[in-house]
């Protein structure tokens, strides 16, 4: 069955610092892969989606994921931080289109000023 | 804001009860989900609904239903409640039957059983 796992529960990086949140799965073909954040309070948001083609993918918010398949993993980078960034980050995966997304346990990340 | 809107916020109950949620999907968006989150089992997708009929269910409980009225809301429904119930039920609503389009997710309700 496939499976996701994002290793690190917490992350803590000072403001204006890189980052780079991990994210592995587990499936024999590519799948679709996606990053979600999840603020204070709030329902997740999608960040950015992978489904085929460029394996550097931008999104929103200044994010960017690269995708690479001898590693099976879809990392989650930003070039700089900002205090609000600070929320909890979802890596998910579907099979397919028409598959269910599963999600990974989640990286919160905290902002240190 | 996403445009998806969940009632009630919160909620808190006793074990045995039985309680309904309420989602409103985003103009336009045909297709409605519902997720669980609590702490021990992370983000778990329980069932989708596109355009009234039932699509795709995941780990739902034989306790738990859902369904997507004409107006395209929808309820899910949770009855015999445990204390394992308690968590945070997130809606979110796409604009196809297809699952890896976007989704916007709802604020959540947050269940508590006591």
């Known amino acids: 069955a496939q499976s996701v796992t994002q290793p690190d529960i917490h992350i803590t990086v000072s403001e204006g610092a890189s980052l780079e949140l991990r994210c592995n799965y587990s499936?024999?073909?590519?799948?679709?892969l996606f990053w979600y954040v999840q603020s204070p309070g709030q329902g997740l948001q999608l960040l950015l989606k992978y489904f085929s083609g460029d394996t550097l993918v931008q999104g929103i918010k200044g994010f960017e994921a690269e995708f690479k398949r001898s590693q099976s993993s879809f990392n989650l980078r930003k070039p700089s931080v900002h205090w609000s960034d600070a929320a909890e980050y979802f890596c998910?995966?579907?099979?397919?289109?028409?598959?269910?997304?599963?999600f990974g346990k989640g990286t919160r990340l905290h902002i240190l000023p | 804001d996403s445009g998806v809107t969940q009632t009630p916020k919160h909620l808190i109950t006793a074990t045995g009860q039985r309680v309904t949620l309420r989602c409103s999907p985003r103009s336009g968006d045909l297709s409605v989900y519902w997720y669980q989150q609590s702490l021990d089992q992370g983000l778990q997708f329980l069932i989708q609904?596109?355009?009234?009929?039932?699509?795709a269910k995941g780990n739902i409980l034989e306790r738990f239903s859902a369904q997507q009225f004409p107006d395209l809301h929808s309820e899910l429904n949770l009855s015999s409640l445990e204390l394992g119930d308690s968590a945070l039920y997130f809606c979110?609503?796409?604009?196809?039957?297809?699952?890896?389009?976007?989704?916007?997710f709802g604020p959540g309700t947050r269940l508590t059983v006591t």
């Open positions: 998910a995966v579907s099979m397919n289109r028409d598959d269910k997304i599963i």
């Open positions: 979110a609503s796409s604009a196809t039957g297809t699952s890896v389009v976007e989704q916007y």
């Open positions: 609904y596109y355009n009234g009929e039932e699509r």
């Open positions: 499936y024999g073909a590519t799948p679709y």
